[in-house]
């Protein structure tokens, strides 16, 4: 079984940086896609950027300012967070797509709250 974990986001001001990160736990898999989505008050949760092996992919409202990145050795995925707006308030939640025996599976993180005030 997968396990996700998060570390905690927190209140920020805007103009601020923040940086997340989130470890896969479990054996008997390989890793092949890792991100983060995040889902704001009322609203559906969003991809935000996900690393597919070499290939990064961002939000459009993030691009320039926010910046994933992956530590295969670690099993764990960054994202860095700067020049954070207070559109980018939300909860966030780690996205893992694991293989094992030919068999793909989406797991998630339990989500951390970013709070960014104007």
């Known amino acids: 079984q997968v396990q996700l974990v998060e570390s905690r986001g927190g209140l920020v001001q805007a103009g601020g940086s923040l940086r997340l990160s989130c470890a896969t736990s479990?054996?008997?898999?390989?890793?092949?896609?890792m991100g983060w989505f995040r889902q704001a008050p009322g609203k559906q949760r969003d991809m935000v950027a996900v690393?597919?092996?070499?290939?990064?992919n961002y939000a459009d409202s993030v691009k320039g300012r926010f910046t994933i990145s992956r530590d295969n050795a670690k099993n764990t995925v960054y994202l860095q967070m700067n020049d954070l707006k207070a559109e980018d308030t939300g909860v966030y939640y780690c996205?893992?797509?694991?293989?094992?025996?030919?068999?793909?599976?989406?797991?998630w993180g339990q989500g951390t709250q970013v709070t960014v005030s104007s």
């Open positions: 479990g054996s008997g898999f390989s890793t092949t896609a």
């Open positions: 690393i597919t092996g070499d290939s990064l």
């Open positions: 996205y893992a797509q694991t293989q094992r025996l030919g068999r793909r599976t989406s797991s």
